[in-house]
Each structure stands twice: as C-alpha cells, then as structure tokens.
C-alpha cells in the first residue's frame, strides 16, 4: 500500500522506514527539509508542502500524522480537512487527547474522510522490535488498512500464546488492536502511559533504596556495598519483575554505574496527568499513578538517584533528553 506521513521525527521516519522494507510506499513531508531529504534518499517520496504531498498521493489516500500533540496537530488535521477529499482516510499516531479525536472525527466524517486515532509505542526502538498500536475508528478504515498496521506490528516474537484464546481476534497476538471507536485508540495509549510511570517509578526508588543500603549514616553493621548493575543484570533472567524497561535500566547501569550524567529532570509529556483525569471522573483509587506523576513534578524541584533511573529509562526507550542535556 501507499502512505503519507507527516512529522518526521523520532517514531514517524522509523514507521516510514519499516513500512518501506515491508514493501509499502511512502510520501514523506516535515517543516525539515533535511528530515524530508534523508528519508527520499532512502526511497521515500518527498514533497514540499501539505499540497504537494496530497497530491502526490494515489486515491484513496491514507495520511498519517506523526506530530506533538497539541495545536500544531489540531491545525494540521484542519489544513489536510480541506484538501482530502471524501474516501480518503486521516491517521493519527501521536500521543494526543482522545477526546480531541472525537471532534476530530466528527469534523471529517462531515466531509466523509475516515479517521482513525492510533497508540502508537515503541519509541527509537520501534524499527528495529516493531510497534504496539492501539487503534480506534470504525472498522472498516481498519480493516482496509491492515497491511500497514500488520507490517508495523511488532509480531508474536518469542512470547508464548496466552491460554484460553483460541477463537478470539489473532491481532493483538500481533501487538496490534482495534480497540473501538474513535477516541478508543488513545485513551487505551493514555492509560498504557500512565501505567509506564508506575513501573519506571517502582524501579527507580527500588535502585534508589539499593544504592543507598552503603550509605555511611547506617550503622556500620547494616551497611551493603552493592553493585547495581549487576543486580540489574541479574534479575532480567528468570526474575518476576523481567521486563524491557528493566533490560534498559541494565543497560544504563552497565554503562555508567552512578549515572552522573544525568540531572535527574524527568519531563512529563501529558498521558499521565489524562490518565489521573481519567480515573476521577471514573472515581477510580489511582494511588500508586498519581504519585509516580508527583514524583516527576517534584524531580524538576530535588533530584535523587531515583529520578536518574527514571532519565535513563526514558533516553533508553524513547530517546528523551533531558532539558539542556545533549
């Protein structure tokens, strides 16, 4: 199939990437010239502008917007509304509000242009292990769109087939989902977001109360001079609390065991304070989310070692940097 993207940063070239070597073709537009430049020189079509890049697309088209959530995707969404015409489908695969998909979709589907909302995770990593995608819209732009999400898709991998599945949809087996109509898609993405604070938050302060066991105001007797990259190293085999973002802490650790490069300033980049609206509304206990979002706010105040976890964690899998920090 054929595709256009727009927002060629650090998840929209890679899904470019991995489309084109599952055999998809692909326009390419971003406010960077030299990001357009690099991926037509890995076989992408450029354009110039949002015309040149409608145009260049064969009918029916599929958009798919890549872009910070917010205004300058609302006023996009907006500008492609009046130049796709009806038929054509609208995707978009950045983190945003999903009651802002809601009107969104209302807005196209008054000129009859599909739209879909898509939670896309992955992060940097994304081209190589392939992604998570959480959809919402209506069934039939997914179901015409399967391939693509298909070959973006991270696959089964080595991950068992979970009991008691037998005759239900084989696509999240693929890592890849329909989970209803519009606004569906990210809201699952935003809940997904806020559970990742928690568990980076659980790991951080467990390294930070390890680190800390060699502190010199324990008596002496109680004092644990421990090694926390191997400690990290150790529990991604055959330990419950396996996971990639443990395999990422490892690696950080290895790397740099005092993680001195790192200030400790974690960003936060909206899902987790969604999710927490969320759960009041729903009047849902969400204790252990809403100090982890708490504990991001308070690391631009005071930072700990704890919060230099949570920075390596984040560079690691998305490629985050902290402010001021090359």
């Given at each position: ?321 902290e402010p001021g920090r090359a």
């Amino acid at each position: 199939m054929q595709l256009g993207m727009i927002g060629l940063g650090r998840m929209g070239g890679n899904i470019v990437r991995r489309l084109m070597h599952a055999g998809h073709s692909c326009v390419v537009y971003d406010k960077s010239a030299d990001a357009v430049r690099g991926l037509a020189n890995e076989g992408a079509a450029p354009s110039r502008d949002l015309a040149d890049f409608v145009h260049q697309l064969d009918k029916p088209r599929v958009v798919w917007v890549m872009l910070p959530a917010g205004a300058i995707t609302h006023a996009t969404i907006v500008e492609l509304g009046d130049l796709l015409e009806p038929g054509d489908t609208l995707i978009d695969g950045g983190n945003s509000f999903f009651q802002d998909d809601v009107r969104h979709a209302e807005m196209l589907n008054g000129k009859r242009i599909r739209y879909l909302d898509v939670g896309t995770s992955g992060g940097v990593w994304g081209l190589e292990r392939g992604y998570c995608l959480m959809i919402g819209g209506e069934k039939i732009a997914v179901e015409r769109l399967d391939p693509v999400f298909r070959a973006l898709a991270a696959g089964a991998g080595g991950i068992s087939t979970t009991p008691h599945r037998a005759g239900r949809d084989p696509r999240p087996g693929q890592g890849y989902l329909h989970a209803g109509p519009n606004g569906a898609g990210h809201f699952v993405k935003m809940i997904h977001n806020g559970i990742e604070y928690g568990l980076m938050q659980a790991y951080a302060e467990g390294f930070d109360i390890l680190k800390h066991a060699g502190d010199a105001a324990l008596p002496a007797e109680h004092r644990l001079a421990l090694n926390l990259a191997d400690i990290a190293e150790t529990w991604r085999r055959g330990s419950v609390i396996t996971s990639w973002l443990l395999d990422l802490t490892a690696a950080a650790l290895a790397e740099e065991a005092d993680l001195a490069s790192y200030s400790g300033h974690v960003a936060d980049s909206g899902e987790g304070r969604w999710t927490l609206m969320a759960a009041i509304e729903e009047a849902v206990p969400a204790d252990v989310l809403s100090a982890a979002l708490y504990a991001r706010f308070r690391s631009r105040q005071d930072h700990t070692f704890a919060e230099k976890i949570l920075s390596a964690m984040r560079k690691g899998f998305g490629g985050h940097q902290e402010p001021g920090r090359a």
